[in-house]
């Protein structure tokens, strides 16, 4: 846990309920920066973004990268810059391994060809099966997705959300946290008697660099996203009011809530798309599973249970 921050980081109808609900907690959906991008062999095309030696990544590349992702993760990828070029360099060391590996005939090594093929095999697989499962455009209906609605409504409760300010101040390595309370005890004291000051505050004297170019706003999050030091102080503060000295593992902090919003239960139309997704994802897993065993009912199917055996031995 970085110090200065106050967030912790994060039957089919049954299936569908945990998928969907999973996809509801705020600050469980995975850091796209922080995901392995796919690996593409494109032809070089145009300028080039980033090179190493020989080899370049161009805009092309690039492009059909950031299009492979979901769109939140891609903009997350988007705002991350360091992220971003940390990929690049990556995958241009990447290349210039596989550069190498080619001038010494890797590719051709019995080993690397078996894998190759199993690899293609499975592509293969994968891609005929989405063919052959496609889902009709029209599913889910508008009744089936009441249904599934209903039937897991009790789950899709958002719990309460707090939009929090902090001032933030850091007990350093051989610094005295009595020397740091006080300060903290003192900006908790000037913000209390103005509270319309605490941006100003917090901006100036925050050691949190992310939320004091906001004025010190983390951001709404549920409670559980809170450092257990500091939930149930939030808890108790009124919109606007400014909160005494709370002392956490990472320092001190000065917390002010400007905001809250009752947990709720979220409307079908808030759960239309998730919905949709998870419906869809569901009856393609079931078409698919039914062609399999189709296959299997309709060949003549035989095991040598002797031949069978000298493997296992």
């Known amino acids: 846990m970085k110090k200065p ?13 945990v998928a969907v609900v999973l996809s509801l907690r705020p600050g469980s959906d995975p850091v796209a920066a922080q995901q392995p991008a796919p690996v593409l062999d494109l032809q070089q095309s ?10 370049q990544i161009d805009v092309q590349e690039l492009k059909s990268v950031m299009a492979t992702l979901p769109p939140e993760a891609r903009e997350q990828l988007r705002s991350n810059r360091s992220a971003l070029e940390t990929w690049l360099r990556s995958r241009l060391a990447q290349k210039a391994v596989l550069e190498q590996a080619d001038a010494q005939g890797w590719r051709q090594r019995p080993e690397v060809e078996q894998q190759t093929r199993a690899a293609a095999e499975q592509i293969v697989f994968r891609d ?26 009790a789950q899709w409760v958002t719990p309460a959300q707090y939009q929090v300010s902090q001032i933030f101040l850091a007990v350093g390595p051989g610094q005295r946290a009595e020397g740091v309370r006080r300060q903290a005890l003192e900006l908790s004291r000037k ?3 103005a509270p319309g000051e ?19 706003d983390i951001g709404m999050q549920p409670l559980e996203q809170l450092l257990p030091e500091v939930r149930g102080v939030v808890s108790r503060l009124k919109v606007g ?12 902090h000065v917390l002010k809530l400007t ?20 419906l869809r994802a569901q009856r393609q897993e079931q078409i698919a599973k039914s062609y399999l065993e189709g296959m299997l009912n309709t060949a003549t199917l035989s095991i040598d249970g002797a031949q069978l055996n ?3 031995e």
């Open 46 to 55: 145009g300028p080039a973004v980033a090179r190493l030696g020989s080899q």
């Open 241 to 252: 009011s400014v909160s005494d000295v709370v002392q956490s593992s990472a320092g001190f």
């Open 191 to 193: 913000a209390q008697e």
């Open 310 to 312: 000298k493997v296992l």
């Open 128 to 153: 005929y099966m989405l063919s052959v499962s496609e889902v009709p455009a029209n599913y889910p209906s508008a009744a089936e997705l009441q249904a599934a609605y209903d039937s897991g409504k």
């Open 259 to 278: 905001a809250q919003q009752p947990a709720r239960t979220a409307t079908l139309d808030d759960m239309r798309e998730r919905l949709t997704q998870a």
């Open 5 to 17: 921050t106050l967030v912790v980081g994060a039957g089919a109808l049954t299936l569908l309920v």
């Open 198 to 216: 605490f941006a100003e505050l917090a901006t100036q004297y925050s050691q949190e660099p992310n939320s004091a170019r906001h004025g010190g």
